[in-house]
Nanobody, 117 residues
Framework: QVQLVESGGGSVQAGGSLRLSCTAS?????MGWFRQAPGKEREFVGS????????QYADSVRGRFTISKDGTKNSIDLQMDDLKTEDTARYYC?????????????WGQGTQVTVSS
């Protein structure tokens, strides 16, 4: 496991933008974002894989959210544009620290995103 530190988040009106960042304390191979709204299950938002530079998005955010690799090897950013009230949730960064492993073994503490109408 590695330590993950998220930054960004906050409150914004619908249609606005926010940017989240996640930095790992050591080498990771996959990094992703998940979110959980009150009373709902945690859901996948998007992910970045360093091998092949593969990026994936959930259908609910595709076209509005953009994942990009930070300058360092162990960080990614999540740019969230055209935010909707239904994007309100606590956003968690996750990572895979073992090459070839398909499960997320490291999680951040989460950062709150609140979108008001």
């Amino acid at each position: 496991q590695v330590q993950l530190v998220e930054s960004g988040g906050g409150s914004v009106q619908a249609g606005g933008s926010l940017r989240l960042s996640c930095t790992a304390s050591d080498t990771i191979y996959n990094m992703g974002w998940f979110r959980q709204a009150p009373g709902k299950e945690r859901e996948f938002v998007g992910s970045f894989t360093w091998t092949g530079l593969k990026i994936q998005y959930a259908d609910s955010v595709r076209g509005r959210f953009t994942i990009s690799k930070d300058g360092t090897k162990n960080s990614i950013d999540l740019q969230m544009d055209d935010l909707k009230t239904e994007d309100t949730a606590r956003y968690y960064c996750a990572a895979t620290s073992i090459p070839g492993q398909s499960t997320w073994d490291s999680w951040g503490q989460g950062t709150q995103v609140t979108v008001s109408s």
